[in-house]
């Protein structure tokens, strides 16, 4: 195998000659083989949209010679085009606050300069990663704002997806409103509700996280790039200052701005706790309700089984015919691993010191894992169970003719203490609720056949309907 000699401050290495990246690049490889992973497929495209726009904005202000920019943006071109992908052999978790990805980035992005322009590969006298490549840029203000670029991305996938959630529940709750049935608390026998009113529940809270998200999603296009290895912009042109954030617009597509405080843009990074929390918010309410999926189609026999999964494998090993609802199954086990990534992301930005974060790849990786994951966790909640989910209304009304539900509608007009007594009779003697009350003469049958509609117990009753059964009564 061939191989060329390449130096840093260590010493030498020696390099295969065909690679793109380099000493810096390999030594990261050697010392850091953690997750047996490579950088995330956006982040690898953020970074070189990020010296894409450095490179623009240092060729405009005469500090970059024009034939090195040209060959340096073609070469983030490729990259960003998905070329060159697998020459970033970086492990995403790694020492150093990312210095090992952004000086892969600028390795390969370099050596694949220096052969556009007719050099060899490791001939940094063309083209150098440091001098040229990371031009007015520091690790500490790159790797942030590739990290906040590529959450960017990652979040809209994730909202587009909890916006079609939002819509397919809502679609459920018009197709279900007509069906009553005994809603619940504490698992517990509480009042009736129409079924529509549980879906369109879950749509609300969707929709509220997904607001949620976007709102912490603005924090994310504040970037600290120009501000360099602190904040104090050393080694970064006024003129590079002002223009950066308008060419990295151009290179990503997103509204970045420069922070108005560099230096805490570079120590400070509670925006990915903030985000990280919303992302937590969204696990919460998936799992809330996958677990009410499994609950409302328990059994199917011997269970509530007012609403049907949609069969996606068997179940079982042993049981034949057994189905599982798998699909809920792997959402709350994907909101579990969000919920501890939001504590490891939370520790990492905590762990800050002075003027610099040296966490921030565990913090990206956990962060880039969660919306990822919640992604596909809510395409196939949608796709793989609610589009198919049915009701029983049979079973529905089953349960609600058998159970006292109806009694609390009689307080107003009985009072809780006979209401009370009425419930246990029932309980006790299998009697309906209103057999119990026509026995006792408590109220007369007609104000009482209306005062026992379940479906008149689901919404705030009608007010000239309450008027004319006060006159009765």
Do not use: W
């Amino acid at each position: 195998m061939k191989e060329r000699i390449e130096y840093d401050s260590i010493g030498g290495l020696p390099i295969p000659a065909e690679v793109y990246y380099g000493v810096q690049t390999l030594r990261a490889k050697q010392n850091f083989d953690i997750t047996g992973k490579r950088l995330h497929e956006d982040m690898i495209v953020s970074l070189a949209q990020v010296k894409k726009a450095s490179a623009i904005t240092n060729e405009e202000i005469g500090d970059l010679d024009p034939t090195i920019a040209k060959a340096i943006i073609d070469a983030c071109n490729a990259i960003i085009s998905g070329k060159f992908h697998d020459q970033f052999i970086v492990d995403p978790i790694q020492g150093g606050a990312g210095t090992s990805s952004n000086m892969n980035a600028n390795e390969v992005v370099a050596n694949i300069a220096i052969e556009s322009l007719g050099g060899t590969k490791g001939d940094y006298s063309i083209c150098h990663p440091n001098d040229h490549v990371n031009m007015a840029q520091s690790t500490n203000d790159v790797y942030p704002t590739s990290g906040k670029i590529t959450a960017l991305k990652l979040t809209q996938k994730l909202l587009f997806q909890m916006d079609r959630l939002t819509e397919v529940l809502t679609q459920k709750a018009v197709e279900f409103n007509d069906i009553i049935k005994v809603g619940r608390t504490q698992l517990q026998d509480a009042v009736p509700m129409r079924m529509g009113q549980g879906f369109k529940a879950y749509a609300s809270a969707v929709a509220r996280d997904a607001k949620r998200l976007r709102k912490t999603q603005s924090e994310l296009y504040t970037v600290n790039l120009g501000g360099t290895a602190i904040g104090t912009a050393i080694n970064a042109n006024p003129e590079y200052l002002k223009r950066i954030a308008g060419n990295l617009k151009k290179t990503t597509g997103f509204d970045m701005v420069l922070a108005d405080d560099l230096i805490d843009a570079t120590q400070n990074l509670d925006a990915f706790v903030a985000v990280s929390g919303a992302l937590k918010a969204v696990s919460v309410t998936l799992s809330k309700m996958a677990n009410d999926f499994r609950l409302l189609s328990s059994g199917p026999k011997t269970g509530f089984a007012e609403i049907n999964l949609p069969p996606k494998q068997n179940g079982s090993s042993i049981m034949p015919g057994k189905i599982n609802p798998v699909i809920p199954e792997v959402v709350s086990q994907v909101a579990f691993n969000v919920i501890g990534n939001d504590l490891t992301i939370t520790m990492a930005v905590e762990a800050g010191q002075l003027e610099l974060n040296a966490f921030e790849p565990v913090m990206f990786y956990n962060l880039f894992e969660s919306i990822e994951t919640l992604t596909n966790a809510v395409d196939t909640f949608i796709d793989n169970c609610i589009i198919g989910i049915t009701a029983n209304p049979d079973r529905c009304e089953e349960l609600l003719s058998q159970s006292i539900v109806t009694v609390t509608a009689l307080c107003p007009y009985i009072g809780y203490k006979e209401a009370s007594e009425i419930a246990k009779e029932s309980i006790l003697t299998g009697k309906h609720v209103e057999q119990i009350v026509k026995d006792k003469g408590l109220l007369n049958p007609e104000v009482l056949e209306t005062l026992l509609d379940p479906t008149l117990m689901t919404e705030p009753m009608d007010e000239s309907l309450e008027e004319l059964i006060e006159e009765i009564v």
